[in-house]
């Protein structure tokens, strides 16, 4: 079956950097884009970037410039790497593939502090 396991996050001061991991099992993970979400409490989760099957990223207007996605085929990992952070990037952040459905990892926490 389809998984996904997040790791990384944690805590920062404003200005710091923090990047976050998603292995994939269960799919052919290189023909398959791959998404990060996030959801701050008391919000809706919201889409922050995707990474299409041919390595081209696409990103939210609010973590252009800061944060920048990847992925490693041969390791099925997709990384969200986090620069310039500020206190309202704060949320859980899920890993994220679309099939027949959406499927989405456990969640990992960061949290960005003033």
């Known amino acids: 079956q389809v998984q996904l396991v997040e790791s990384g996050g944690g805590s920062v001061q404003t200005g710091g950097s923090l990047s976050v991991s998603c292995v994939a099992s269960?799919?052919?993970?290189?023909?398959?884009?791959m998404a990060w979400y996030r959801q701050a409490p008391g919000k809706q989760r919201e889409w922050v970037a995707r990474?299409?099957?041919?390595?081209?990223?696409t990103y939210t207007d609010s973590v252009k410039g800061r944060f920048t996605i990847s992925r490693n085929n041969a390791k099925n990992t997709v990384y969200l790497q986090m620069n310039s952070l500020k206190p309202e990037d704060t949320a859980v952040y899920y890993c994220?593939?679309?099939?027949?459905?959406?499927?989405w990892g456990q969640g990992t926490q960061v949290t960005v502090s003033s």
């Open positions: 994220n593939v679309r099939l027949q459905k959406d499927y």
């Open positions: 269960g799919i052919i993970f290189s023909m398959n884009s």
């Open positions: 990474i299409n099957s041919g390595g081209t990223p």
